[in-house]
């Protein structure tokens, strides 16, 4: 069964430096996975998606993730974070053959301070 | 603008009373969601309806109920059942359940139900 693991419940950066959230995943082939983030009390929003396409996906708000089928993860990150990123970030993957039934990781809450 | 609602924002309730929660969603969308959210549990799945009329169970569905009468409404039932209904609430829509691979899911604002 497809599963992730994201190894950080929390992070915390200054503003302007880099952002990197961890996901690692299982699964016996190349899933699909995606990125969400919710902002406190809010509902999540898709971040980025990586559909067998391309390696770098590329997401709103200047997030970047690459999948690495060697190192099974899918790491999210951004070269300079802002205020406005702190939030709760989520890596998802889908049930085979249901793409839209989700399996959720526990969440990585990122923090940005001054 | 085109969005999901789920009302209330906040709702209290005590134990031994079932509980509505509403979601409306004008996105056209024949996929809803109900996911319970809990601190360091990420989302789980309740329930979820590919189409009007229709539902299934998802992981954790003992002590809820829904229906999908209207397209656009998909409302959940915390019933006195539930033994932690204590939760953060968030619905959820998508274009299709599979006929649009990777369609992302829409959500809504949630709704926090404190149980007391």
């Known amino acids: 069964a497809q599963s992730v693991t994201q190894l950080d419940s929390h992070v915390s950066v200054s503003e302007g430096t880099p952002v990197l959230l961890r996901c690692n995943y299982s699964s016996s082939y190349s899933p699909s996975l995606f990125w969400y983030v919710q902002h406190p009390n809010k509902g999540l929003q898709l971040l980025l998606k990586?559909?067998?396409?391309?390696?770098l996906v590329k997401g709103i708000n200047g997030f970047e993730a690459e999948f690495k089928k060697s190192e099974t993860s899918f790491h999210l990150t951004k070269p300079s974070a802002h205020m406005s990123d702190a939030a709760e970030y989520f890596c998802v993957v889908p049930l085979t053959g249901t793409a839209s039934k989700l399996t959720f990781g526990t969440g990585t809450r990122l923090q940005v301070t001054l | 603008d085109g969005g999901i609602t789920q009302s209330p924002k906040y709702l209290f309730r005590k134990e031994g009373q079932n509980v509505t929660l509403s979601c409306e969603q004008n996105l056209n969308h024949d996929a809803m969601y109900w996911y319970r959210q809990d601190p360091g549990q990420g989302l789980r799945l309740i329930y979820y309806?590919?189409?009007?009329?229709?539902?299934q169970k998802g992981d954790i569905a003992e002590g809820y109920s829904v229906s999908r009468e209207k397209k656009e409404s998909f409302p959940l039932t915390v019933t006195s059942a539930q033994k932690n209904p204590t939760a953060f609430y968030l619905c959820?829509?998508?274009?299709?359940?599979?006929?649009?691979?990777?369609?992302?899911?829409?959500f809504g604002n949630g709704t926090r139900l404190t149980v007391t």
């Open positions: 959820a829509s998508s274009i299709s359940f599979s006929g649009t691979p990777y369609s992302p899911l829409h």
């Open positions: 309806s590919q189409i009007v009329n229709d539902f």
């Open positions: 990586y559909t067998s396409a391309a390696t």
